[in-house]
């Protein structure tokens, strides 16, 4: 047993991802992972080390969440996260267009009101009311992201997120709008006391309706944790609200005795269709595992005996 | 081929000391809700329509706290929410934040038909309602002179409550919570009566499907969202079962309740009731609620830890039962 910890910066990247698009990527998640490694040694709560892990990933414009998240159809942003600690507290928000934290907003839900969810205008208000750093709504719109609508609007189709124009490829076809897309981030840990917790933040889907919530924001779907595991889903809202991927990873290993590995490769492989879902995850004991049905997902470890990894794509060829 | 099944429920919790009068009125609007489902059931409609006909009638009775009726938030306006699961391919639908559609239900099904989404909330879910031609109204029309009463009191006592009607004397019912130790959501039981809705249907090929519906918190924040929508928490619907449930929206969050149901039966191989139990036992800790369950075989039960629920129950071998306690 020790601390753990891993985070993602969505499922679903092009084969054909060009430096540029990767090398800012994959130095932001070892940014990350050094910030959420050194929190966990100096004794942070797991709960702080998500939430401080996730606020960075928000502040990066590469990634799909705070800044840098893609755009509604009416080209603007509306942003949601999740937070939860393995007492079962949580904290959820959606319809953000000017909160430059969502996930803080999320744990002012979760530890300042009686509530569990908020959402648009009523979230809005209650970050005011608190006095949450707000910016105007264009801070979040990068040109990345107004030119992946634009393409998303000629090709006519909701998209999860892409960083490359489309391009009909034999591993892109596996599964419709699911693949080939960055898009959401999320952190989970774990202390050597076995306290764990999730968090996930995200801008949705390119050219998704006004209004439209994912998975992100929803306990059991994108987001779970409970004493036996935490847990940070990405990919097709829809597919992974369909099957509560977060809850039952955790379902999995208490009902049916899985362990962690098995509990969340489980899932990815056989609750949602490929090409759909990918997700981090630690268990009480330390343990962690990042499984994913895309063609790759942006994501890094590491475990207090010293093993970490940043990785895109698979590691082993399956 | 397997015999249907029907249950509706109106809200979890219940003032002991509701005058008689109001019991009767309940189990009278479940009674009917429960027939225009069991006649559709009887004309081979599929689960799915029925579970959002069923809703869709105890949202336009203002008995419950559904579509008109609804518990209002401290603007005293009406937030409606409501989802759809049918069991046949995990499909759904939920909405959020609506406030001029005049069956929440229907809209959730139109998300999860004709759009590309799950769910859709506040000004989307209106501005796709409109696209559609949903049927809209004022936001009045959802608001009754009772929830307005309740409202005030709500804000005198300046607390989150559930849905309560005021009863016809307030400080007799109120004056029995000292004999009556009975809380829920720290508010002394007294002010429980009808609240949130449910339906949950097996039909004659075992096809599973559910829906919820509700006004949400009585003075609730604005922009607050209970389980009522969220998939797997107060709905679920898979090949093996379709769930309900209402109670203390955050507890029944916590728990994801209604997909626990499911993954019991099928983690654990639980049968239905004893699924059920297991997560009133289990998944609830101080938080209280109930559910209601249909299976693929036809079976139908319910559970819940508070002291009373409104539901009925029909299957087709001819079983009818409507009840409070």
């Given at each position: 047993m020790g601390w753990a910890i891993a985070l993602h910066g969505g499922a679903?990247?092009?084969?054909?991802?060009p430096p540029e698009g990767?090398?800012?990527?994959?130095?932001?998640?070892?940014?990350?992972?050094?910030?959420?490694?050194?929190?966990?040694?100096?004794?942070?709560?797991?709960?702080?080390?998500?939430?401080?892990?996730?606020?960075?990933?928000?502040?990066?414009?590469?990634f799909n969440a705070g800044k840098g998240s893609v755009l509604t159809?009416?080209?603007?942003?509306?942003?949601?996260?999740?937070?939860?600690?393995?007492?079962?507290?949580?904290?959820?928000?959606?319809g953000l267009t000017t909160v430059v934290n969502a996930i803080s907003l999320a744990r002012l839900v979760m530890e300042r009101t009686p509530h569990i969810y908020l959402a648009f205008d009523g979230a809005e208000a209650f970050a005011r009311e608190h006095g949450v750093e707000t910016l105007d709504a264009s801070h979040f719109i990068t040109p990345e992201n107004i030119q992946r609508l634009k393409q998303a609007k000629e090709a006519n189709r909701v998209q999860i997120d892409y960083t490359q124009p489309m391009q009909k490829k034999?591993?892109?076809?596996?599964?419709?709008?699911?693949?080939?897309?960055?898009?959401?981030?999320?952190?989970?840990?774990?202390?050597?006391?076995?306290?764990?917790?999730?968090?996930?933040?995200?801008?949705?889907?390119?050219?998704?309706?006004?209004?439209?919530?994912?998975?992100?924001?929803?306990?059991?779907a994108g987001t779970y944790a409970n004493g036996l595991c935490a847990v940070s889903a990405t990919g097709k809202g829809e597919a992974i609200i369909r099957g509560t991927v977060a809850r039952d990873v955790a379902a999995l290993m208490e009902f049916k005795g899985l362990s962690l590995e098995e509990a969340a490769a489980c899932v990815v492989k056989e609750r949602v269709p490929k090409g759909n879902v990918g997700l981090v995850a630690v268990s009480a004991t330390g343990e962690v595992t990042m499984p994913f049905n895309t063609t790759g997902m942006f994501r890094a470890c590491a475990t207090e005996d010293g093993y970490s990894e940043i990785a895109i794509w698979p590691l082993t060829k399956d | 081929m397997v015999g249907w099944a029907i249950a509706v429920h109106g809200g979890a919790g219940v003032d002991p000391n509701l005058p008689h009068h109001r019991q009767e009125e309940a189990k009278q609007v479940l009674a009917r809700c429960l027939n225009m489902g069991i006649s559709a059931l009887r004309s081979s409609l599929p689960a799915v329509d029925v579970v959002e006909l069923v809703v869709r009638e105890l949202e336009s009775d203002p008995v419950f706290n559904s579509g008109r009726g609804s518990a209002l938030t401290e603007k005293g306006t009406a937030e409606m929410e409501a989802s759809i699961m049918d069991g046949v391919g995990r499909r759904c639908g939920a909405v959020s934040g609506?406030?001029?559609?005049?069956?929440?239900?229907?809209?959730?099904?139109?998300?999860?038909?004709?759009?590309?989404?799950?769910?859709?909330?506040?000004?989307?879910?209106?501005?796709?309602?409109?696209?559609?031609?949903?049927?809209?109204?004022?936001?009045?029309?959802?608001?009754?002179?009772d929830n307005k009463g309740m409202l005030k009191l709500a804000k005198e006592a300046n607390?989150?409550?559930?849905?309560?009607?005021?009863?016809?004397?307030?400080?007799?019912?109120?004056?029995?919570?000292?004999?009556?130790?009975?809380?829920?959501?720290?508010?002394p039981i007294s002010v429980y009566a009808p609240e949130t809705v449910g339906c949950v249907v097996v039909d004659a090929q075992g096809r599973c499907?559910?829906?919820?519906?509700?006004?949400?918190?009585?003075?609730?924040?604005?922009?607050?969202?209970?389980?009522?929508?969220?998939?797997?928490?107060?709905?679920?619907?898979?090949?093996?079962?379709?769930?309900?449930?209402?109670?203390?929206?955050?507890?029944?969050?916590?728990?994801?309740?209604?997909?626990?149901?499911?993954?019991?039966?099928?983690?654990k191989g639980l049968g239905l009731q004893a699924a059920v139990d297991f997560?009133?036992?289990?998944?609830?800790?101080?938080?209280?609620?109930?559910?209601?369950?249909?299976?693929?075989?036809?079976?139908?039960?319910?559970?819940?830890?508070?002291?009373?629920?409104?539901?009925?129950?029909?299957t087709e071998d001819g079983f009818v039962e409507v009840g409070i306690w």
């Open positions: 679903g990247v092009p084969l054909t991802l990767r090398l800012p990527r994959e130095a932001c998640l070892r940014h990350c992972l050094q910030l959420g490694v050194d929190a966990l040694k100096s004794k942070k709560s797991p709960l702080d080390v998500v939430e401080l892990v996730v606020r960075e990933l928000e502040n990066n414009p590469h159809s009416s080209g603007t942003v509306e942003m949601e996260a999740c937070i939860m600690d393995g007492n079962m507290k949580c904290g959820a928000v959606s034999e591993e892109d076809t596996a599964a419709a709008d699911g693949d080939s897309q960055t898009g959401t981030v999320g952190c989970v840990a774990v202390d050597s006391d076995g306290n764990l917790a999730a968090a996930t933040s995200t801008g949705g889907l390119v050219n998704k309706m006004v209004g439209r919530i994912g998975d992100t924001p929803l306990i059991g | 609506v406030t001029t559609v005049k069956n929440p239900i229907s809209l959730a099904r139109l998300v999860m038909d004709k759009s590309p989404h799950s769910y859709l909330a506040f000004a989307g879910a209106e501005e796709f309602a409109r696209l559609h031609g949903a049927e809209v109204v004022d936001n009045d029309y959802f608001i009754t002179e607390t989150i409550m559930f849905d309560y009607r005021i009863p016809t004397v307030l400080s007799d019912t109120c004056g029995a919570s000292v004999e009556n130790p009975l809380q829920m959501n720290g508010l499907a559910a829906a919820t519906s509700t006004g949400g918190l009585m003075n609730k924040m604005c922009g607050r969202i209970g389980d009522s929508p969220l998939i797997g928490a107060g709905t679920y619907a898979c090949g093996l079962c379709g769930v309900s449930c209402t109670g203390e929206g955050e507890a029944i969050i916590r728990g994801t309740l209604a997909r626990d149901v499911a993954a019991v039966m099928e983690y997560v009133v036992k289990e998944r609830l800790d101080e938080g209280k609620a109930g559910m209601i369950a249909v299976s693929r075989n036809g079976e139908v039960a319910c559970g819940f830890n508070t002291n009373g629920m409104f539901r009925g129950f029909a």
